[in-house]
């Protein structure tokens, strides 16, 4: 059975009653300012397409105040909203509620949701997705698209997954002044989470605004990518921020940021995973202001992580990295600080990791300026690098127990400093530090013992004390 209703400009409200039975399909096409639609169905192979604001044939204006309501029960059910906001200012202004909003919530397995919106006028504002799915096997799917010239409102998004289930998220402003975006993801169960927020035009995420990536993932195997982008010119970019937690089972996560241009802002990823995981985030940012880059991974039990932060010069600033590890299992720990190439900005840099039982490894390189970087280790297979780069240093290593080994190195060094202290069994270090003021305290205790230090010119200074 199919409905199709085709709405006049005029029509404010459409409701499409329950259908209980299967294999329905509800076809509704709306246009002007200040339309509704509701869709209830229930039963199995359900069809529902709403379009507000689209074209398809005709002018059907813009979807101004226009609001979608999809519910649906059973399995192998289908949803899909699209609305298209063509018109030049909202009705109110700069009221949350005076653009597109859909809101889908389907209950069992198999469905699937589609929610496309798009702000394509001058002055379009407030983009809002919501989809909730309980059930195994279901997709959702929600793209969120800001085209200006004068686009300056807010995109959110906003999935609710109970069991197995996968999430798309692609928010992205182009033109003019590009605005923020939100996206939150919650998962229970098995479940496949994606996230890509795009700007691209001058101001784009706007002073204090930027992109917010927050998703939530509780049990098996999940798995977690986030993808920021962000080019501005001039105009300050806002904050990309991306809040990832993990809980239980073999989480997977990647994160990727860029901030490029004129008016670069802060780049945030805080990653928190317990059970079985990897973690891996790339942050990299170009612009002549420069501003803060922070990555923090915390994680529990069958670890990877690595981060890379990249400035590429200008007025780059501070950089700042932290990796914990914790109970036990495979651990590994990387961290590379980047910047030097013509040296303009560079900045602070620090980085720590900390990790406890099992395999354990570690290495941060960093490379220029004032540097700082920490290295805590306990239990099992141990290891450790530090290299730096020529400017400030100081290093400090500390290892607990088996089979540790250590190195820093400084490449090549100014102003020196490194700590390493090492207690039970295997032992080994090695601190090198070239030209600069040097200073070196290593201290190991028992078992096998070894180190070697060479510092050559100006400061010098080594203490070690062997048991």
Known sequence: MLKKVLAGASVAAIMMGSAMAQNNDNSLIQSGTDNNATVSQTGSNNDSDINQGADAGGDLGGAVEAFADVTQNGNRNASVITQVDESTNDSTNTQPDADPEATVVQTGNDNTSEVSQSGVGNGSFNLVGNVEQNGNGNTSNITQNGQGPGFTGTMRANVTQADGATSTVDQSTVNGFAANQQATVNQTGASESTIIQFSDGPGAGQTGLGSNANVEQIGNGNTSLVEQIVNVNGTPSGDLDALISQTGNGGAVEVFQTVTGEGSMGILADVMQTGNGDVFVDQQMNGPAGANMTATVVQDGNSVAN???VFDQDSSNTFVASITQGGGNGNLATINQSDKTGNV??????????????????????????????????GNGNGATILQDRVNNTAEVTQTGNNNTSLVDQ????????????????????????????????????????????????GNTANITQN
């Open 345 to 378: 900005g560079d900045s602070t840099v620090t980085a720590t990791i900390n990790q406890s039982g099992a395999d354990n490894s570690g290495l941060i390189e960093q490379e220029n300026r004032l540097h700082t970087a920490s290295l805590i280790q306990d």
């Open 411 to 458: 490449l090549a060094s100014i102003n020196s400093e490194a700590f390493v202290t090492q207690n039970g069994n295997g032992h080994d270090s090695t601190v090198t530090q070239t030209d600069g003021q040097q200073l070196a305290n290593v201290m190991q205790n028992g078992n096998n013992n070894n180190s070697d230090v060479t510092q050559l010119g100006f």
């Open 307 to 309: 981060i890379s932060q």
